[in-house]
T-cell receptor
Framework: AQSVTQLDSQVPVFEEAPVELRCNYS??????LFWYVQYPNQGLQLLLK??????LVKGINGFEAEFNKSQTSFHLRKPSVHISDTAEYFC????????????FGAGTRLFVKA | GAVVSQHPSRVICKSGTSVKIECRSL??????MFWYRQFPKQSLMLMAT?????????EQGVEKDKFLINHASLTLSTLTVTSAHPEDSSFYIC???????????????FGPGTRLTVL
C-alpha cells in the first residue's frame, strides 16, 4: 500500500527566507506525486506534480520539488517566501491499488512572519 | 483549465435536517468524483468514490445511509448529509477526475469546498 509522510506539522519562517517542506512516500509501484496548497476555507490548488522524466519539478508561485527515488522523498522548496505563502501544504500520491485514489499527507502549516 | 464548483459554499442547518451539496465539473466530463471530509487543522479524509451511473464506493467507517451520494451525470455528483448532527459539521471537498487521453495518469481537480455547520 502507498502512504505519504509529511515530517513537519508546522514550519515558521521569516519573509524572504528559503523554505523546505519535507515529504516522504512509500510505494512498491510507479508513483505520481503532488503538492497542493490550501488557503483558509478554500479547496486545494495544485502547486506541482511529478509523473515521470526530470526529477526537478517546477510549479506555480516559485515553488519547486525534487523527486528522489533512492530516498523516497519529494521535498518542496522555495528560495524566498512571501507573507502570502502562509497556508497549509499537502503532499499526495496517487494510488491505483483497489481503484484510483489520492493518498494525502497530514499537511504542513507554513507560517511566514514579517 | 478544468474547473470544479461546489454549491453551496457555506450552509448552516438545524440538527435533524438533511443537507445536499452539489459538485459540478464545469468544462469536462468526470466519470469519477471523490468526496472528502476535512476537520480543522487536519488532512483530507476520503469518504467515498462516486462513479457515474453506479453506486458509490464508501471508505471504511463512513455510513452510506447517512452520507448519500448520487452521480447522475458526467458533470454532477451530490452528497446528501441526512439527519445531520453537530458532529457532522465539517469542511466537505469534492474532486473530479478528468480522464487522460492515453496511458497516463488521470488528472484530478478539486472543488472549493463546502463548510457545513449543524446547530
Amino acid at each position: 500500500a502507498q502512504s505519504v509522510t509529511q515530517l513537519d506539522s508546522q514550519v515558521p519562517v521569516f519573509e524572504e527566507a528559503p523554505v523546505e517542506l519535507r515529504c516522504n512516500y512509500s510505494s512498491s509501484v510507479s508513483v505520481y506525486l503532488f503538492w497542493y496548497v490550501q488557503y483558509p476555507n478554500q479547496g486545494l490548488q495544485l502547486l506541482l506534480k511529478y509523473l515521470s522524466g526530470s526529477t526537478l519539478v517546477k510549479g506555480i508561485n516559485g515553488f519547486e520539488a525534487e523527486f528522489n527515488k533512492s530516498q523516497t522523498s519529494f521535498h518542496l522548496r522555495k528560495p524566498s517566501v512571501h507573507i502570502s505563502d502562509t497556508a497549509e501544504y499537502f503532499c499526495a500520491v496517487i494510488s491505483y491499488f483497489g481503484g484510483f485514489k489520492t493518498i494525502f499527507g497530514a499537511g504542513t502549516r507554513l507560517f511566514v512572519k514579517a | 483549465g478544468a474547473v470544479v464548483s461546489q454549491h453551496p459554499s457555506r450552509v448552516i442547518c438545524k440538527s435533524g435536517t438533511s443537507v445536499k451539496i452539489e459538485c459540478r465539473s464545469l468544462d469536462f466530463q468526470a466519470t469519477t468524483m471523490f468526496w472528502y471530509r476535512q476537520f480543522p487543522k487536519q488532512s483530507l479524509m476520503l469518504m467515498a468514490t462516486s462513479n457515474e451511473g453506479s453506486k458509490a464506493t464508501y471508505e471504511q467507517g463512513v455510513e452510506k445511509d447517512k452520507f448519500l451520494i448520487n452521480h447522475a451525470s458526467l458533470t454532477l455528483s451530490t452528497l446528501t448529509v441526512t439527519s445531520a448532527h453537530p458532529e457532522d459539521s465539517s469542511f466537505y471537498i469534492c474532486s473530479a477526475v478528468r480522464l487522460a487521453g492515453g496511458p497516463s495518469y488521470n488528472e484530478q481537480f478539486f472543488g472549493p469546498g463546502t463548510r457545513l455547520t449543524v446547530l
